[in-house]
Nanobody, 118 residues
């Protein structure tokens, strides 16, 4: 089992910045890739950013140039630096860790609220 705990959400004005952090515990050796997703009421959860097993980061088009994801394999953490935040970034953000072996499985954190409003 892998446990994920997010932190760093909150209320910020448009144009501001926030840094989300996700700490892992448990069988972290099973983790292949990690990332951040977000969800708003009535919509499906969507990818924000992900670090692949190769170390390559991938971003949703809507956050490219504004968000930066970084993973520390030694510490089992992943961070999301969010700059120039917009009201449309308002959502609950979830940390995700993907396991490939022995069977594919997705682990999720409890979510942290990010609200961008003046």
């Amino acid at each position: 089992q892998v446990q994920l705990v997010e932190s760093g959400g909150g209320l910020v004005q448009p144009g501001g910045s926030l840094r989300l952090s996700c700490a892992t515990s448990g069988s972290i050796f099973k983790i292949s890739s990690m990332g951040w997703y977000r969800q708003t009421p009535g919509k499906q959860r969507e990818l924000v950013a992900r670090v692949l097993s190769s170390g390559t980061p991938v971003y949703a088009d809507s956050v490219k140039g504004r968000f930066t994801i970084a993973r520390d394999n030694a510490k089992g953490t992943v961070h999301l630096q969010m700059n120039n935040l917009k009201p449309e970034d308002t959502a609950v953000y979830y940390c995700n860790a993907a396991q490939i072996v022995p069977v594919p499985y997705d682990y999720w954190g409890q979510g942290t609220q990010v609200t961008v409003s003046s």
